[in-house]
Nanobody, 127 residues
Framework: QVQLVESGGGLVQAGGSLRLSCAAS????????MGWFRQVPGKEREFVAA????????VYGDSVTGRFTISIDNAKNTVYLQMNNLKPEDTAIYYC????????????????????WGQGTQVTVSS
Protein backbone atom coordinates (compact mmCIF):
# COMPACT_ATOMS: atom_id res chain seq x y z
CA GLN A 1 0.00 0.00 0.00
CA VAL A 2 1.48 3.29 -1.12
CA GLN A 3 1.30 6.18 1.30
CA LEU A 4 2.64 9.71 0.87
CA VAL A 5 2.79 12.16 3.76
CA GLU A 6 3.77 15.77 3.17
CA SER A 7 5.12 18.12 5.80
CA GLY A 8 7.01 21.38 6.08
CA GLY A 9 4.37 23.83 4.98
CA GLY A 10 3.66 27.02 6.85
CA LEU A 11 3.59 30.79 6.77
CA VAL A 12 6.59 32.66 5.39
CA GLN A 13 7.29 36.19 4.23
CA ALA A 14 7.95 36.99 0.60
CA GLY A 15 11.57 36.34 -0.25
CA GLY A 16 11.86 33.60 2.33
CA SER A 17 12.38 29.86 1.96
CA LEU A 18 10.67 26.63 2.93
CA ARG A 19 11.51 22.99 2.41
CA LEU A 20 8.65 20.58 1.94
CA SER A 21 9.09 16.89 2.64
CA CYS A 22 7.14 13.93 1.36
CA ALA A 23 7.73 10.66 3.18
CA ALA A 24 6.87 7.68 1.02
CA SER A 25 6.01 4.16 2.12
CA UNK A 26 5.09 1.12 0.09
CA UNK A 27 7.40 2.05 -2.77
CA UNK A 28 10.96 2.93 -3.65
CA UNK A 29 12.24 5.63 -5.95
CA UNK A 30 14.04 3.12 -8.17
CA UNK A 31 11.12 2.81 -10.58
CA UNK A 32 8.84 5.66 -9.65
CA UNK A 33 8.69 9.24 -10.83
CA MET A 34 8.08 11.77 -8.09
CA GLY A 35 6.22 14.99 -8.61
CA TRP A 36 5.01 18.07 -6.77
CA PHE A 37 1.84 19.93 -7.67
CA ARG A 38 0.01 22.82 -6.06
CA GLN A 39 -3.55 24.02 -5.98
CA VAL A 40 -5.33 27.19 -5.04
CA PRO A 41 -9.03 26.81 -4.14
CA GLY A 42 -11.17 27.27 -7.21
CA LYS A 43 -8.31 26.65 -9.62
CA GLU A 44 -6.87 23.61 -11.35
CA ARG A 45 -3.95 21.75 -9.86
CA GLU A 46 -0.69 23.14 -11.23
CA PHE A 47 2.49 21.22 -12.01
CA VAL A 48 5.47 22.39 -9.94
CA ALA A 49 8.33 19.91 -10.28
CA ALA A 50 9.14 16.29 -10.99
CA UNK A 51 12.02 13.86 -11.03
CA UNK A 52 12.24 10.93 -13.44
CA UNK A 53 13.52 7.70 -11.95
CA UNK A 54 14.94 6.50 -15.29
CA UNK A 55 17.70 9.11 -15.56
CA UNK A 56 17.25 11.26 -12.44
CA UNK A 57 16.39 14.25 -14.62
CA UNK A 58 14.26 17.02 -13.17
CA VAL A 59 11.55 19.15 -14.70
CA TYR A 60 10.04 22.37 -13.37
CA GLY A 61 7.04 24.52 -13.99
CA ASP A 62 7.75 27.84 -15.67
CA SER A 63 6.72 29.88 -12.64
CA VAL A 64 9.15 28.15 -10.26
CA THR A 65 12.17 27.48 -12.45
CA GLY A 66 15.30 28.82 -10.82
CA ARG A 67 13.65 29.12 -7.39
CA PHE A 68 12.50 25.58 -6.53
CA THR A 69 14.50 22.35 -6.43
CA ILE A 70 13.23 18.78 -6.19
CA SER A 71 15.47 16.15 -4.65
CA ILE A 72 15.25 12.74 -3.03
CA ASP A 73 16.88 10.92 -0.15
CA ASN A 74 16.80 7.22 -0.91
CA ALA A 75 17.88 6.25 2.59
CA LYS A 76 14.90 8.09 4.08
CA ASN A 77 12.55 7.31 1.19
CA THR A 78 11.69 10.99 1.15
CA VAL A 79 11.32 13.53 -1.62
CA TYR A 80 11.91 17.21 -0.96
CA LEU A 81 10.91 20.47 -2.53
CA GLN A 82 13.25 23.31 -1.62
CA MET A 83 11.49 26.61 -2.26
CA ASN A 84 13.52 29.80 -2.31
CA ASN A 85 12.65 33.43 -3.01
CA LEU A 86 9.00 32.69 -2.30
CA LYS A 87 6.34 34.99 -3.69
CA PRO A 88 2.73 35.59 -2.58
CA GLU A 89 1.57 33.83 -5.76
CA ASP A 90 3.25 30.64 -4.49
CA THR A 91 0.54 30.42 -1.83
CA ALA A 92 -1.27 27.11 -2.32
CA ILE A 93 -1.74 23.60 -1.02
CA TYR A 94 1.25 21.54 -2.17
CA TYR A 95 0.87 17.87 -3.02
CA CYS A 96 3.43 15.21 -3.76
CA UNK A 97 2.57 12.42 -6.15
CA UNK A 98 3.93 9.21 -7.63
CA UNK A 99 3.89 8.16 -11.25
CA UNK A 100 4.89 4.52 -11.71
CA UNK A 101 7.07 3.33 -14.58
CA UNK A 102 8.35 5.15 -17.63
CA UNK A 103 6.86 8.46 -18.68
CA UNK A 104 8.04 10.35 -21.70
CA UNK A 105 7.88 13.89 -22.93
CA UNK A 106 5.45 16.23 -21.27
CA UNK A 107 3.53 13.40 -19.64
CA UNK A 108 5.40 13.91 -16.42
CA UNK A 109 3.77 17.36 -16.10
CA UNK A 110 0.25 15.98 -16.37
CA UNK A 111 -1.80 15.50 -13.23
CA UNK A 112 -3.59 12.58 -14.85
CA UNK A 113 -0.28 10.71 -15.21
CA UNK A 114 0.12 10.21 -11.49
CA UNK A 115 -1.07 7.16 -9.61
CA UNK A 116 -0.84 8.16 -5.95
CA TRP A 117 -1.21 11.44 -4.05
CA GLY A 118 -0.48 12.77 -0.62
CA GLN A 119 -2.95 14.76 1.46
CA GLY A 120 -1.23 18.09 0.87
CA THR A 121 0.45 20.75 2.98
CA GLN A 122 -0.48 24.43 3.06
CA VAL A 123 2.08 27.06 2.08
CA THR A 124 1.20 30.70 2.66
CA VAL A 125 3.48 33.52 1.54
CA SER A 126 2.75 36.97 2.93
CA SER A 127 3.70 40.16 1.11
Amino acid sequence: QVQLVESGGGLVQAGGSLRLSCAASGLTFSSNNMGWFRQVPGKEREFVAARRWSDSSTVYGDSVTGRFTISIDNAKNTVYLQMNNLKPEDTAIYYCAVRRGLVGGQGIRAESSYNYWGQGTQVTVSS
